[in-house]
């Protein structure tokens, strides 16, 4: 009987069951899309932040200082210390070597360069553009093209030459290795891509005009083993800069790792702070000085928090909206129905067998309901994701039971009331339609 | 009783008598009127608000000039364009050599207050015995903690380091002095400033531009990776607002639709008997419209004034700062609310008006 009833219910009442469905799907879609795009926006910010460049800075430990003014280096490359190229890569296997997004190792010295307009002083700088690298059995490419990204060139970009020591010494006579100008430099001296410079011995070839906003805009930049091999300083570096991903800075990341409980100390090892990963690059690099760069790792976790604090704000308010839309609908819909209520009980039935009845409905409603929203919301959450940030959101499969007990939580809230109130008046009075 | 007045009573009994009904249609448009208020008073403040969090970036823009010192006629009028969002450091540099080591170091005269605040993220270790601010690198690897004799040429003066910090840039390499003692010993004024905007992406580009053009022999350099960063992190964080925003709006709006339209469709007896007793369709159509024009004009202030502060609960509790309501919106929501329930109420009425009125109360 209670079957039939429900049964009967849907088939005849379609077009108020549809409504009902409507609204719970059309909630449902906006719960499961705000709560995708608010968890994963977090993600995302974060890989805009990149932008900002390297977060971490490794220099030589008994390196001398820099002496540096206005983007122009005043230091020989041969007074200073430099890390051993060929001990990077052990910056991929760190415990936090996922979150590593990449690397930039630099040498630089000022040189004398003779071009077809005269010669000129300027830096020689030695860089990774995107070096494919081995790290065990993974291979990878990094360079600053990836960690640089605000680094713009008119023209190509020069190929990196093979790891070191593979890469066998090229022939100073026919080789003319590619390099950049940066614009500055180019500006001055009427450098054009294509042209050719010399500098010790060698030849080589600018396949583009570099822009960078900073002191590289007046050096020539060229792949490292290039440079390495013209400064003669096989497999050294003086700095890396390295672009991770980590977690806001706490008053818990400002410990001294050495200071504290066994437990406690693996706690902070394994959280993707600056600082641990700054240690954990200090371990497999043990002349090296790893140093947050404070700018960038201080504020992005602030710029960070507060967009990810403003989505879940957001999120929040729509969820609230989108419940009370969905109770109203519901409740809407039963109040129409107090006639059937007051048929009901004058033909016996109980409160509890009435109430059983519409919050079975009420259930399967909000199941369907649920479901379709589900499939709509993430099919939002994946278009704003492509639209916006060019890769997909994903949506945890968690939040379809979130979804659903929401919506059955929802449903409820909004026929519990309606039912009550529509028991409430008699049978008799509501059934000659006075109520 | 004039039409007028039976028309007025007809519209308040039918919302008195059916208390809930009218409370579930008010509530259905106060929601949409509260969640658009809300996203759109965000939305229009949100730039403002997101690009004041990259203050602390430290300098986003540095002006040098190619040779000699900056002049007053210049850091006058850089002053006046960077006048309460901002803060402007003109800095000198010089090498100096410390005399007991010979280690060669870059030595910088600016405001020290200024420079600190310019750079907030800067981890500074206060020591309290000199004056100068020195790079976490120069404490390293000079004699700790002592006074050093730093050589400019024949001019030689001992630096008392005041506080040490760590900035992870080139800076922890170069030691700080008040720029009134640099200036009197190296006799080098500043041809750098440092300067950090706040304001939009385009305002920065707008301002440097505006600089370049009055002083072409100045170069001024937006700090590239900062104002990207900042472009980025704005737009795309405007967009998922906006975005996310329109998907709810929309959402909620359907269902209001939906629920406006089926509690009309619910009325079709009350419909039926104004017919029969004569009424004509303009006449049921208007006292249906009216009805649905007063409850969505009541829904969407109350929305409007419950989104707005919804908007300034979120600035304050996100952003430390209250996001102003935007009394710019209040015409566009009431009336979009008003339009919406008009239509959600009037539509269904045409489907009506093609049943007899008879057919309908013997519940055909």
Same mark, same amino acid.
């Given at each position: ?435 | ?6 028309? &007025? @009573?007809? +519209?308040?009994? $039918?919302?008195? !008598? ?6 579930? #249609? /008010?509530?259905?448009?106060? %929601? ?82 200024? &420079? @600190?605040? +310019?750079?907030? $993220?800067?981890? !500074? ?6 004056? #100068? /601010?020195?790079?976490?690198? %120069? ?226």
């Amino acid at each position: 009987m209670f079957l039939r009833l429900l049964f009967e219910s849907f088939r005849r009442q379609k077009r108020r069951k549809s409504v009902a469905l409507l609204a719970i799907a059309l909630g449902m879609s906006i719960a499961t899309a705000m709560i995708a795009v608010g968890t994963d926006i977090g993600d995302k910010i974060s890989q805009e932040l990149r932008s900002l460049g390297a977060n971490l800075v490794i220099t030589p430990i008994d390196d001398t200082l820099d002496v540096n003014i206005g983007g122009v280096n005043l230091k020989p490359a041969s007074e200073g210390a430099s890390i051993p190229e060929s001990d990077l890569v052990k910056i991929k296997g760190i415990f936090w070597g996922h979150n590593i997004k990449g690397y930039a190792p630099f040498l630089s010295n000022e040189e004398t360069f003779s071009g077809k307009n005269g010669s000129f002083k300027a830096d020689l700088i030695g860089t990774y553009f995107a070096q494919t690298l081995k790290y065990g059995k993974e291979q990878f490419s990094t360079g600053v093209r990836t960690v640089n990204p605000w680094w713009t060139v008119e023209g190509q970009w020069p190929q990196d030459y093979a790891e070191w020591p593979m890469w066998p010494t090229p022939d100073i006579a026919t080789a003319t290795p590619d390099v950049l100008a940066g614009g500055k430099l180019a500006a001055t001296f009427h450098i054009a891509t294509g042209d050719q410079i010399e500098v010790g011995g060698w030849r080589l070839r600018i396949s583009g005009i570099l822009s960078t906003g900073g002191a590289e805009d007046q050096a020539i930049v060229a792949p490292l083993h290039i440079a390495q091999t013209i400064l003669g300083l096989p497999n050294a570096v003086q700095r890396v800069t390295v672009s991770a991903l980590t977690k806001p800075e706490d008053a818990f990341a400002r410990k001294d790792p050495d200071k504290l409980s066994p437990a406690m100390r693996d706690r902070w090892y394994c959280s993707p702070y600056a600082n641990s990963i700054a240690y954990q690059i200090r371990e497999v690099l043990p002349n090296a000085r790893v140093e947050q760069v404070r700018q960038v790792e201080q504020n992005q976790g602030k710029v960070l928090s507060r967009v990810s604090g403003l989505m879940l704000l957001l999120t929040l308010a729509a969820l609230l909206a989108a419940a009370l839309a969905v109770s109203a609908a519901m409740a809407a819909t039963i109040l129409e129905r107090r006639q059937e209520v007051g048929l009901m009980k004058s033909l016996g039935a109980s409160n509890m067998a009435v109430a059983a009845l519409f919050l079975t409905e009420a259930g399967f409603l909000a199941v369907a309901g649920g479901l379709a929203g589900f499939v709509a919301g993430t099919f939002l959450a994946h278009r704003i994701g492509h639209s916006i940030f060019g890769s997909s959101i994903i949506v945890h499969p968690v939040v379809l039971a979130v979804v659903i007990v929401a919506a059955l939580l929802v449903t409820f809230l909004g026929s519990a009331g309606a039912v009550r109130k529509a028991m409430r008046f008699d049978p008799a009075v509501v059934l000659r339609g006075d109520a | 009783m004039s039409r007028h007045q039976l028309l &007025l @009573r007809l +519209l308040f009994k $039918a919302a008195w !008598v059916r208390k809930d009904r009218a409370l579930t #249609a /008010l509530i259905s448009v106060a %929601v949409v009127a509260t969640i658009a208020t809300a996203a759109l008073t965000i939305y229009s403040d949100l730039e403002g608000k997101l690009s004041r969090e990259f203050r602390g970036f430290g300098a986003n823009v540095v002006v040098t000039k190619a040779s000699g010192p900056l002049t007053g006629d210049e850091l006058i009028p850089i002053n006046q364009v960077v006048e309460g969002r901002g803060e402007v450091v003109p800095v000198a540099y010089a090498i100096g050599t410390e005399r007991r080591s010979g280690i060669r170091v870059v030595v910088g005269g600016a405001d020290l207050d200024k &420079l @600190r605040r +310019l750079n907030p $993220a800067w981890s !500074v270790t206060q020591l309290n015995q000199g004056s #100068a /601010l020195v790079g976490a690198r %120069v404490a390293e690897k000079l004699s700790p903690g002592g006074d050093w004799q730093i050589a400019f040429g024949s001019a030689v003066t001992s630096v008392h380091p005041g506080a040490i910090f760590h900035s992870g840039s080139d800076d922890d390499s170069r030691i700080y002095l008040p720029l009134t003692d640099f200036e009197k010993l190296t006799n080098t004024q500043p041809s750098t400033a440092l300067i950090r905007l706040e304001g939009r992406p385009d305002e920065i580009q707008v301002a440097v531009s505006a600089l370049m053009i009055s002083f072409p022999e100045l170069e001024a350099k937006p700090v590239r990776q900062i104002t990207q960063a900042q472009a980025a992190v704005v737009g795309k964080t405007r967009s998922v607002v906006l975005a996310a925003s329109a998907i709810v709006v929309v959402l909620i709006m359907l269902c209001m639709v939906a629920t406006f339209t089926s509690s009309v469709l619910e009325r079709r007896r009350d419909f039926a008997v104004m017919k029969a007793l004569g009424a004509s369709n303009r006449a049921v159509n208007s006292f249906f419209a009216a009805e649905a024009a007063l409850l969505a004009l009541a829904g969407a202030v109350a929305g409007y004034v419950l989104g707005s502060g919804i908007a300034f609960w979120i600035g304050k509790a996100n952003f430390d700062a209250a996001i102003p309501p935007q009394p710019l919106l209040l015409l566009p929501v009431l009336l979009g609310s008003v339009l919406l329930a008009l239509i959600a109420s009037t539509a269904p009425l045409k489907l009506l008006q093609q049943i007899q009125p008879a057919a309908i109360l013997r519940g055909e």
